[in-house]
């Protein structure tokens, strides 16, 4: 069975970049019925919150990601890391190492003077004299010293590192008894039976020494698919500078779940030249061997498309559930059917659609100055009474049509152009130039609205 993880660090709100990984992983969990779990990585206390981790739930719950099983807290398992670092010490596959701090630096410095490598030098990695006095010491795993590591990973091929030009004894527990990121994300991928890791390639270079610590323990490793950065139009890693970062903020900003992941699906993987994917969809043809070798382009216009795309076919249900977040409640509207058909033709996201609707049902409290004299000149007001007073004696008004016939026979009546009747109008409505036809508007807010409005805009004009 495959199991996949997402293991985010809690250190603020969850990335982009992160959720594409995350995304990834539960595409592939999902397409081959397996599992996708969920890891905090919360071990360091002085960056991580509670709050950084509620938030990267509430951002799967937003988008529907449903993880495996109860999630996995590193905090949770110090008793476990602690005897797997009993074992390699009885094992002679890790050791102690008392060298101060003052030591460490000193042999740093000297390596760089002569333009060495920067790596501990295995000073107590076959120690077995007698420790220094007044030195916590801290762990060191025994890497190889020769000969080479190779990754094989499911995006790149494989990828060989020399152990003499990278790896070196590195610490996997710290003086405190803390142990280091490099071993327990070993420990743990092994523990919760993780067999394909899908991360970003910013890991790539972690991964042989993670790999030492299998090794050691004498655990098959994972898949390792290493996924290339989404990067800027400018080549450079995606940052705030660009855009949000923050998966939230998408949230705020009107983009659909949809659109989002639809979004993130392709940054970085592709199926011929498809664009469009519903989530069935992407779980059926997600396979990391497609993910590209290179970065991808993060690129805002194609995410309002697919955002504009999922909008104008979602049902009017669906926008109505989707338009709650954002204040406004149509659910049960008795036009809603009229006013969303109107204007999820017309916006970019759900935040632009709620602000349109809303415009439409709020009595206009002021009008746009420009929008009264460019509408209101010579017989304007004749004009939009002579309308209003038609209006009050139909009945049975329910479709835009309905009011459309009514403007029709004011303008034929009054032999005018169907433009002297629309701006003093439009301006009643919408108090400014813009905006949907004025017999949809007219539709959704009734009858005696419009009376008012257009009882409003003469009282405030004449
Ligand atoms: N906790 C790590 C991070 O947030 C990810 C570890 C991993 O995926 O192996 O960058």
């Given at each position: 069975m495959v199991v996949t993880r997402f293991a985010p660090s809690p250190t603020g709100y969850l990335h982009i970049g992160g959720l594409r990984t995350a995304l990834f992983s539960y595409l592939w969990a999902k397409k081959n019925g397996g599992k996708f779990v969920l890891r905090i990585e919360d071990t360091d206390k002085a960056r991580n919150s509670q709050e950084a981790t509620d938030a990267i739930l509430k951002a799967f719950q937003w988008l529907g990601l449903k993880h495996d099983g109860e999630i996995t807290y590193q905090s949770n398992r110090d008793k476990i890391y602690a005897k797997h670092i009993k074992q390699l010490l009885d094992e002679g596959k890790a050791y102690k190492c008392y060298m101060s701090?003052?030591?460490?630096?000193?042999?740093?410095?000297?390596?760089?003077?002569?333009?060495?490598?920067?790596?501990?030098?295995?000073?107590?990695?076959?120690?077995?004299?007698?420790?220094?006095?007044?030195?916590?010491?801290?762990?060191?795993?025994?890497?190889?010293?020769?000969?080479?590591?190779?990754?094989?990973?499911?995006?790149?091929?494989?990828?060989?590192?020399?152990?003499?030009?990278?790896?070196?004894?590195?610490?996997?527990?710290?003086?405190?008894?803390?142990?280091?990121?490099?071993?327990?994300?070993?420990?743990?991928?092994?523990?919760?039976?993780?067999n394909?890791?899908?991360?970003?390639?910013?890991?790539?270079?972690?991964?042989?020494?993670?790999?030492?610590?299998?090794?050691?323990?004498?655990?098959?490793?994972?898949?390792?698919?290493?996924?290339?950065?989404?990067?800027?139009?400018?080549?450079?890693?995606?940052?705030?500078?660009?855009?949000?970062?923050?998966?939230?903020?998408?949230?705020?900003?009107?983009?659909?779940?949809?659109?989002?992941?639809?979004?993130?699906?392709?940054?970085?993987?592709?199926?011929?030249?498809?664009?469009?994917?519903?989530?069935?969809?992407?779980?059926?043809?997600?396979?990391?061997?497609d993910i590209n070798k290179s970065a991808s382009i993060y690129n805002t216009e194609k995410l309002d498309w697919l955002n504009a795309h999922y909008i104008k076919n979602s049902s009017n249900n669906e926008l109505a559930q989707l338009l709650i977040q954002y204040d406004l409640v149509l659910t049960s509207h008795d036009k809603k059917e009229i006013l969303l058909d109107a204007i999820k033709e017309r916006a970019k996201t759900l935040k632009e659609m709620a602000e349109l609707a809303k415009e439409?049902?709020?009595?206009?409290?002021?009008?746009?100055?420009?929008?009264?004299?460019?509408?209101?000149?010579?017989?304007?007001?004749?004009?939009?009474?002579?309308?209003?007073?038609?209006?009050?004696?139909?009945?049975?008004?329910?479709?835009?049509?309905?009011?459309?016939?009514?403007?029709?026979?004011?303008?034929n009546e009054m032999e005018i152009g169907f433009g002297k009747i629309g701006q003093p109008l439009r301006v009643a409505l919408l108090g400014k130039m813009g905006g949907p036809g004025l017999d949809v508007v007219m539709a959704v807010i009734g009858k005696e609205e419009t009376m008012l409005r257009v009882a409003n805009v003469i009282t405030a004009n004449s």
């Open positions: 701090k003052e030591e460490l630096t000193e042999l740093r410095e000297t390596q760089m003077a002569n333009k060495q490598r920067t790596k501990y030098d295995g000073k107590y990695r076959d120690f077995d004299g007698t420790p220094p006095e007044g030195v916590d010491p801290v762990i060191r795993i025994k890497a190889p010293l020769t000969g080479e590591i190779i990754v094989k990973d499911g995006v790149k091929g494989d990828v060989s590192f020399q152990a003499e030009d990278i790896l070196d004894d590195f610490v996997i527990a710290r003086a405190d008894g803390a142990p280091t990121y490099n071993f327990v994300v070993a420990i743990d991928d092994h523990l919760m039976g993780i394909e890791v899908i991360r970003g390639d910013d890991h790539l270079s972690n991964t042989p020494k993670q790999i030492i610590v299998y090794d050691a323990l004498g655990w098959d490793l994972p898949m390792f698919n290493h996924v290339p950065m989404i990067h800027n139009s400018a080549g450079k890693k995606l940052s705030k500078r660009d855009g949000a970062t923050d998966v939230m903020a998408y949230k705020e900003m009107g983009y659909t779940p949809a659109a989002l992941l639809n979004f993130l699906v392709r940054l970085g993987w592709s199926h011929g030249d498809q664009e469009i994917f519903s989530m069935d969809e992407m779980i059926e043809l997600f396979n990391p061997k439409i049902l709020a009595t206009p409290s002021s009008y746009d100055e420009k929008a009264v004299k460019k509408a209101f000149k010579g017989d304007a007001i004749a004009v939009i009474n002579a309308f209003g007073a038609k209006l009050s004696t139909c009945e049975e008004l329910h479709l835009p049509s309905d009011y459309h016939h009514i403007m029709e026979s004011v303008v």
